[in-house]
Nanobody, 122 residues
Framework: QVQLVESGGGLVQAGGSLRLSCAASGRTFSNNAMGWFRQTPGKERVFVAAISQGGIVRDYATSVEGRFTISRDNAENMVYLQMNSLKPEDTAVYYC???????????????WGQGTQVTVSS
């Protein structure tokens, strides 16, 4: 019911910034918590950040706390991930997800985008 498309990935030097965007379609977008996850080759998809339905409650993985900011614009059906002070270890495919609750595990989300590549060079 919810379709998600990520954009904004690319190549950036360590210490730089990127803003990822997730465009959502579907009548139930505003009723969903939204999350960002990332995955590297051969590894499981892991939690990065999440935001509640109304955009008030936010949660972050400890590895990105203080560097990344998740936000949403329900009027535009958009969710964002502002990524600052990027490190090489942030390199991954980043996925946007929608679910019924704010959670830090993939199993709590019902809809996923195709992902966008973020590469951070030294």
């Amino acid at each position: 019911q919810v379709q998600l498309v990520e954009s904004g990935g690319g190549l950036v030097q360590a210490g730089g910034s990127l803003r990822l965007s997730c465009a959502a379609s579907g009548r139930t977008f505003s009723n969903n918590a939204m999350g960002w996850f990332r995955q590297t080759p051969g590894k499981e998809r892991v939690f990065v950040a999440a935001i509640s339905q109304g955009g008030i409650v936010r949660d972050y993985a400890t590895s990105v706390e203080g560097r990344f900011t998740i936000s949403r614009d329900n009027a535009e059906n958009m969710v964002y991930l502002q990524m600052n002070s990027l490190k090489p270890e942030d390199t991954a495919v980043y996925y946007c997800a929608a679910g019924r609750r704010l959670a830090a595990i993939t199993g709590q989300y019902d809809y996923w985008g195709q992902g966008t590549q973020v590469t951070v060079s030294s």
